[in-house]
């Protein structure tokens, strides 16, 4: 069985840009998580969607990050415009349902300038 | 937000020694998780731990759920240079099912 698919692997960029993450999850897992792993912490969720409707989204800072699962598969986490404190690993996971084991992507390492 | 304390931060230990990482809350968990995490990788869960008292053996690594299920244990024993990663601890939390994660113990075993 495939995993959680996530590019780019790596991005930097200045702050005040923007950046979009994708991920692609398990084939067949209807809920799909994005979380923030800031060095030395734990993952910390950002937003949880269930097929395409977003579950929770209470942790996610609104004013500068959005995320989508239109088609109810694959998702984009965005965030414009980035602040240095955005600097952090974003991981993605998936599970079948939101009561089952969640399996992580490698993440994508952003580093803000 | 329910909170999660690991201890240690760091530890570094020989190989053939045994440890023990905790993870405590004021909160009471429905289940707690246990995950190691290497450098450039995603999480990987180790164990589920549901049942206030819970124990459960993994090769050499035991997972304990405290009875009151606010806090667990995980202890490693004759520690091998293969164990050095980050290991998590996450619970899911009683008003719904997002996962909390602590902080983390970067362990790192010494041939």
């Known amino acids: 069985e495939a995993g959680v698919a996530q590019s780019p692997r790596y991005k930097i960029i200045e702050k005040r840009q923007s950046v979009a993450f994708w991920c692609n999850p398990i084939s067949g897992h209807a809920t799909l998580y994005w979380y923030q792993q800031i060095l030395g912490q734990g993952p910390k969720l950002l937003i949880q969607?269930?097929?395409?409707?977003?579950?929770?989204d209470s942790q996610l800072p609104k004013d500068r990050f959005s995320a989508e699962r239109l088609k109810g598969v694959d998702s984009t986490l965005k965030i414009q415009p980035a602040k240095l404190e955005d600097s952090a690993v974003y991981l993605c996971?998936?599970?079948?349902?939101?009561?089952?084991?969640?399996?992580f992507g490698d993440g994508t390492r952003l580093s803000i300038l | 937000t329910q909170l999660l304390e690991q201890s240690p931060q760091f530890l570094s230990i020989q190989e053939g020694e045994n440890l023990t990482v905790y993870c405590n809350s004021s909160?009471?968990?429905?289940?707690l998780q246990w995950y190691r995490q290497e450098p450039g990788e995603g999480p990987v869960l180790l164990v589920t731990?549901?049942?206030?008292?819970e124990v459960k053996k993994l090769k050499r690594l035991t997972f304990q759920f405290g009875d009151a299920r606010k806090d667990s244990s995980l202890h490693i024993t004759a520690a091998q240079p293969g164990d050095t990663g980050l290991y998590l601890c996450a619970g899911v939390e009683t008003s719904g099912s997002r996962l909390t994660f602590g902080e983390g113990t970067q362990l790192t075993v010494n041939p």
């Open positions: 996971a998936s599970s079948s349902d939101r009561l089952q084991p969640q399996h």
């Open positions: 969607f269930q097929n395409n409707g977003v579950v929770d």
């Open positions: 909160s009471v968990f429905s289940s």
């Open positions: 731990v549901v049942t206030g008292g």
